[in-house]
């Protein structure tokens, strides 16, 4: 997690004995590090003195929003970006980064540590609340919501989609059926698709959907495609990603939208 918070590429779970899916996407991996640039925007980049800082709590209201966000290659450094910048009164947020299984549970403890809301490793039936973001564990299920009347998590046996458990489609999807337009969608930097169709869907469902900028993505890959689809309502650089969640997920002065 530290050589990824400071600007590796990606990781590769070690395998069991034998057993060699964990390099099936390797060689794609390694042609994708190739063609990067991202090395060359970090080391232009001016480098922050500190963290950022969150918003004043009292200067956020949560609505009744819910926010989504998908991630890959990069996204361990793009999330820390983000929520770093989310109050303790933050909309409720769930998250499905690609990553090994044995990761999840560290990065969500990481992430609890430095971040002012509250970071857990998603379980089943966990009700989505306002000040918690809920990460999707890696390995055999998929992250969805459920229970329109009082949101929560499922996790969800399902074969894998785009090659990937958990799926940011298979969350992205949930979300479009059960939030439909009180929802915001965010994709972040990644190789592949997945999450793009799921994102059109919300955004036809009517949420507010975001997709990061080509300059400040590690890979332009999932973000990329779900732009050509028309699923981006905006592209913007990373850094101005957790701001516009919280302007967009802020309750009216009249009333919570």
Not at 35 to 60: C, D, F, I
Not at 65 to 71: D, L, N, P, R
Not at 101 to 130: H, M, W, Y
Request: aromatic letters at 4%.
């Amino acid at each position: 997690l530290a050589a990824l918070e400071i600007g590796a590429f990606d990781c590769v779970g070690k395998p069991a004995p034998g057993d060699a899916r964990p390099f099936g996407d390797l060689a794609d991996k390694v042609k994708a590090a190739a063609r990067s640039q991202h090395a060359a925007y970090r080391a232009a980049r001016p480098e922050a003195a500190a963290a950022p800082q969150p918003v004043p709590v009292s200067e956020y209201r949560a609505g009744r929003k819910v926010v989504a966000i998908g991630s890959s290659t990069g996204g361990v450094e793009a999330l820390i970006a983000v929520l770093q910048k989310f109050p303790a009164n933050c909309p409720p947020t769930v998250i499905t980064q690609h990553m090994p299984p044995t990761f999840t549970k560290s990065f969500a403890e990481r992430l609890n540590r430095i971040c002012a809301p509250v970071v857990e490793e998603a379980t089943d039936g966990a009700r989505l609340q306002t000040g918690k973001i809920y990460l999707a564990p890696g390995g055999e299920r998929h992250l969805q919501i459920a229970n329109r009347s009082a949101p929560c998590c499922r996790l969800v046996e399902r074969d894998p989609v785009n090659g990937h458990r958990p799926s940011v489609d298979v969350l992205f999807d949930s979300v479009a059926e059960l939030a439909g337009r009180n929802a915001v969608g965010v994709i972040l930097t990644g190789m592949g698709r997945d999450g793009a169709a799921g994102l059109l869907k919300m955004r036809h469902a009517g949420a507010r959907t975001v997709g990061q900028n080509e300059k400040t993505c590690v890979v332009y890959g999932m973000p990329r495609v779900a732009y050509e689809l028309g699923a981006v309502e905006q592209q913007l650089p990373l850094g101005s990603i957790g701001e516009e969640i919280l302007k967009l997920t802020t309750a009216r002065k009249e009333g919570a939208d």
